[in-house]
């Protein structure tokens, strides 16, 4: 658990350095940073789906995903939940919702986070996690300066994502192909560049909503191996 434990303490490292470096930022230079971080949000994700379509199973596993997905998400109404769980932490910033949940996004949906706490429980290998570590550093320094310190909030869901990956090392390692692993990064592609086109006000989409889309790849692939 060590890289796990390495990771989210550079999350909340950063994010106080952050917090204290977005203080007292003019209004000019705020709107600059939030545009700078929507257009770096928007390359990841391109980057992600751009990088991984080639690599999956079946071309348009990802759009059924998606859309099922928003489906089931709309139906619980995650978002609704999420901003309700914020409102009672009685946060004074209205824009910290959108900025979490990027930042979740970016730190749990990802290669490095996902196949890290497999490699570390399985073979003693920290090389992902600390690699990941350094990425998210960084990564919730920007996000604690545009958004204040509540982006550490986003530490605890790496902690509880990635622990339970080691927990389970055992069982999922088996099941995480390339090809499983292409199409989850594709559709996690997707919710990064729906959060970037929120952060730039493009277009607002409820992007937690879109979470259950990650389950519908494992579910399919299962099927079908019991197919074959």
């Known amino acids: ?3 796990t434990i390495v990771n989210t303490c550079t999350i909340l490292t950063g994010s106080v350095i952050g917090s204290f470096l977005g203080r007292g930022i003019s209004k000019k230079y705020e709107e600059a940073l939030f545009d700078g971080l929507g257009l770096c949000t ?9 990088s991984n379509i080639g690599k999956v199973g079946y071309p348009v596993l990802f759009i059924a995903s998606v859309a099922l997905g928003t489906l089931i998400g709309t139906y619980l109404d995650v978002d609704g939940h999420f901003n309700k769980l914020l409102a009672k932490a009685k946060t ?3 824009r910290l919702a959108e900025g979490l949940s990027t930042a979740i996004l970016l730190f749990c949906i990802g290669t490095l986070s996902i196949l890290g706490p497999i490699e570390s429980r399985l073979n003693g290998n920290n090389t992902y996690l600390f690699t990941n570590a350094t990425l998210d550093f960084i990564s919730s320094m920007i996000f604690a300066s545009a958004y204040g310190i509540g982006i550490a909030a986003a530490a605890a869901v ?4 990635q622990g339970s990956i080691y927990a389970f090392a055992g069982y999922i390692a088996p099941y995480m192909t390339p090809t499983l692993m292409a199409e989850i990064s ?6 990064l560049l729906s959060s970037g086109f929120g952060i730039l006000h493009v ?5 937690l909503n879109m979470l259950p889309s990650l389950l519908i790849p494992p ?10």
Do not use: E, H, Q
């Open 92 to 94: 004074s910033n209205s």
């Open 186 to 191: 594709v559709i996690g592609g997707v919710f």
């Open 158 to 161: 790496l902690f509880c994502w």
């Open 42 to 50: 928007i390359g990841l994700g391109a980057n992600a789906f751009v």
């Open 219 to 228: 579910i399919f692939y299962t099927l079908m191996s019991f197919i074959r």
């Open 1 to 3: 658990m060590i890289g």
């Open 203 to 207: 277009k607002s989409i409820k992007t």
